[in-house]
Structures are given as structure tokens and as C-alpha cells.
């Protein structure tokens, strides 16, 4: 089984930065592909950003193109999300996500039904 913890979520100003943590635990965290999902309140779940085992390929949705970027160090377990430029269009639960099952494909990255294993969430709040 594997647990993924999220942290580093709370209240920021527009403009302003945040970097999420995903700590992953229980199996061998270099081979997933991790993802970040978000979930506004009355939205669906969206997809944020995803990187593959090595962390040489990443993938982005649209909406945070330029402004939040996905790493990962596998020696920590720990996946990151920094997140820069902040608006308050991107005030959500944000979700952590692991695939174990198969290797990256781009197009699945994107995907949250492609991943078996979530955190809890934690939640960001950008203020106007």
C-alpha cells in the first residue's frame, strides 16, 4: 500500500507563492508517475501537473502554464509543487496522486482515473 501526505497548503495573496509537498511512503516511490489534482468548491476535480519516475518529463494543464512547476526527489519520497503567481482563481483542495500500475504516458497524466493512490488534500486559499 502506499500513503501520499500532502502539506504546505494555507492562505496567500495574490500574487504571492506557495510549494506544496506530497510525502510518499510504502513502496518504491521512483517508479510512479505523480500527479497534482486540484478541487474548487461546486467544481470537478481538475488536473494540475504531473512528472514522470526521473522527473525529465513533466506535464502541465493550461491554466498554470509558466506560473506552477512539478519536481521531485526520489531520494526524499517527496513530490513538490511550486506554485508562483498566484490568483484566486487557483483556491482549491489540492491532491497529491500516484500511479504505480504502468509507466508515464502523457496523454494518462492527465488523467485522474490513470491514478490508484491520493493524499487527503490540503487546501490553498488565495485572497484578492
Request: aromatic share 12%; charged share 15%.
Amino acid at each position: 500500500q502506499v500513503q501520499l501526505v500532502e502539506s504546505g497548503g494555507g492562505l496567500v495573496q495574490t500574487g504571492g507563492s506557495q510549494r506544496l509537498s506530497c510525502a510518499a511512503s510504502g513502496r518504491t516511490f521512483s517508479s510512479y508517475t505523480m500527479g497534482w489534482f486540484r478541487q474548487a468548491p461546486g467544481k470537478e476535480r481538475e488536473f494540475v501537473a504531473a512528472i514522470n519516475w526521473s522527473g525529465g518529463t513533466t506535464n502541465y494543464a493550461d491554466s498554470v502554464k509558466g506560473r506552477f512547476t512539478i519536481s521531485r526527489d526520489n531520494a526524499k519520497n517527496t513530490v513538490y509543487l511550486q506554485m508562483n503567481s498566484l490568483k484566486p482563481e487557483d483556491t482549491a483542495v489540492y491532491y497529491c496522486a500516484a500511479n504505480t500500475l504502468a509507466g508515464y504516458v502523457a496523454s494518462y497524466s492527465a488523467t485522474a482515473s490513470r491514478y490508484d493512490y491520493w493524499g487527503q488534500g490540503t487546501q490553498v486559499t488565495v485572497s484578492s
